[in-house]
């Protein structure tokens, strides 16, 4: 399984992160940072559609069975454009997961499964791997902008 999300404040210091789980145990030497490089603006969908593209570019990467997205519907369908525009498309499921209500959706066009509601041991899988991509993205987020920071005072 591999997760991913976008970190990012105003569209600055944008990344996408993702992150791998492998028989249910994070492989941390997987784990990857993609720093956003064609949307200048805040926009999480294509910021994650461009996440994905570049991901997919990237074939000797062992392709996982799934990709959960952090978002809703819009995040899920940006997912999907990327998936179908990739040149060797692997065959694989993505579903995104919204933090709001813990809303599983496996189609932008489909309602959502509700997770608390539904299997206790893949709310806590889902959940965690989302979470873990999230805290992946603002550590480096966090670290380009203390850079900047840094780097600002240092001229002043």
């Given amino acids: 399984i591999e997760a991913y999300d976008i970190s990012n404040i105003h569209g600055k210091y944008a990344y996408g992160s993702m992150v791998v789980l492998i028989d ?17 603006e ?5 910021m994650m559609h461009e996440t994905i593209s570049r991901r997919l570019n990237h074939p ?27 040149e060797k498309a692997p065959s694989l499921k993505i579903v995104s997961l919204a933090k ?15 997770l608390k509601s ?14 873990e991509a999230h805290r992946f993205g603002i550590k480096h987020y966090r670290k380009a902008h203390r850079r900047k920071i840094t780097k600002e005072q240092a001229t002043d």
């Fill in 24 to 40: 249910g145990m994070p492989a941390i030497d997987q784990y990857r940072i993609f720093k956003i490089k064609t949307v200048p």
């Fill in 42 to 46: 805040s926009d999480d969908p294509r």
């Fill in 60 to 86: 000797e990467w062992t392709y996982p069975d799934v990709m959960v997205i952090d978002g809703g519907p819009t995040q899920l369908k940006a997912a999907l454009i990327a998936w179908s525009q990739s």
């Fill in 100 to 114: 709001r209500e813990e809303e599983l959706y496996l189609s932008p066009h489909q309602k959502p499964i509700h």
């Fill in 118 to 131: 539904s299997s206790e041991s893949l709310f806590q899988m889902l959940t965690h791997i989302r979470d």
